[in-house]
C-alpha cells in the first residue's frame, strides 16, 4: 500500500518541476548594425523563444539610405539540447538558420554563439540575402529565464 504522504510528495515534486523557470526557453538579441556600400542595415529582432530544437522570432531589417530594400520577415535558428550544453560550459557553438522574407524570399542564417557568462554572450551573425550578398552582424545575446508550461 502507498503511503498518502508519499502521493502527496510525488505530487509536489513534479508540480514545483514544471513550476521552475527554463532558463533557456527565450533569448533576447540585441539590436545589430552592419555596414554596406554607402550605407548600413540595422537588424532588429523581438525574443526568440524556444519551440523543440529550434529558436523562432521575426525580424526587421533597415537600410539606410536604401530604405526601399527594408525588409521583414520570420526566421528559426537551429539549436538542439547537446548546443545548449557546450554554450553551459562556456564552448563556442555554431548554428545554422532560416529566415524568410514577408515577401517569400528565403535567407539563410550561420553563425556562431561565444558565451561570456552563464546567461549572456556575443553573437556573429551571417545573413546570405544572395548568392553575391552576405551581411554579417556582430551583437550579444542574453537568456531570459519563462515558465515552463
Same mark, same amino acid.
Given at each position: 500500500?502507498?503511503?498518502?504522504?508519499?502521493?502527496?510528495?510525488? &505530487?509536489?515534486? &513534479? +508540480?514545483?518541476?514544471?513550476?521552475?523557470?527554463?532558463?533557456?526557453?527565450?533569448?533576447? =538579441?540585441?539590436?545589430?548594425?552592419?555596414? =554596406? @556600400?554607402?550605407?548600413? &542595415?540595422?537588424?532588429?529582432?523581438?525574443?526568440?523563444? !524556444?519551440?523543440?530544437?529550434? @529558436?523562432? *522570432? *521575426?525580424?526587421?531589417? !533597415?537600410?539606410?539610405? @536604401?530604405?526601399?530594400?527594408?525588409? %521583414?520577415? /520570420?526566421? +528559426?535558428?537551429?539549436f538542439t539540447d547537446e548546443q545548449l550544453?557546450?554554450?553551459? !560550459?562556456?564552448?563556442? &557553438?555554431?548554428?545554422?538558420?532560416?529566415?524568410? /522574407?514577408?515577401?517569400?524570399?528565403? %535567407?539563410?542564417?550561420?553563425?556562431?554563439?561565444?558565451?561570456?557568462? +552563464?546567461? /549572456?554572450?556575443? =553573437?556573429?551573425?551571417?545573413?546570405?540575402?544572395?548568392?553575391?550578398?552576405?551581411? =554579417?552582424?556582430?551583437?550579444? @545575446?542574453?537568456?531570459?529565464?519563462?515558465? !515552463?508550461?
Amino acid at each position: 500500500m502507498v503511503s498518502r504522504g508519499l502521493i502527496l510528495g510525488l &505530487v509536489l515534486g &513534479v +508540480a514545483t518541476l514544471a513550476a521552475a523557470p527554463d532558463p533557456h526557453a527565450a533569448v533576447e =538579441i540585441a539590436p545589430a548594425k552592419t555596414s =554596406i @556600400y554607402i550605407g548600413n &542595415v540595422t537588424m532588429t529582432m523581438p525574443t526568440f523563444h !524556444r519551440n523543440a530544437a529550434r @529558436y523562432e *522570432s *521575426s525580424y526587421a531589417a !533597415r537600410v539606410f539610405p @536604401y530604405f526601399f530594400y527594408n525588409e %521583414r520577415g /520570420s526566421l +528559426a535558428i537551429e539549436f538542439t539540447d547537446e548546443q545548449l550544453t557546450r554554450l553551459d !560550459r562556456g564552448e563556442r &557553438v555554431d548554428f545554422h538558420g532560416q529566415a524568410k /522574407s514577408e515577401s517569400g524570399e528565403p %535567407r539563410r542564417i550561420e553563425g556562431h554563439a561565444t558565451p561570456t557568462d +552563464a546567461t /549572456s554572450g556575443k =553573437i556573429k551573425v551571417r545573413v546570405f540575402v544572395t548568392a553575391k550578398i552576405e551581411l =554579417i552582424f556582430n551583437t550579444t @545575446y542574453r537568456f531570459t529565464p519563462q515558465k !515552463r508550461p
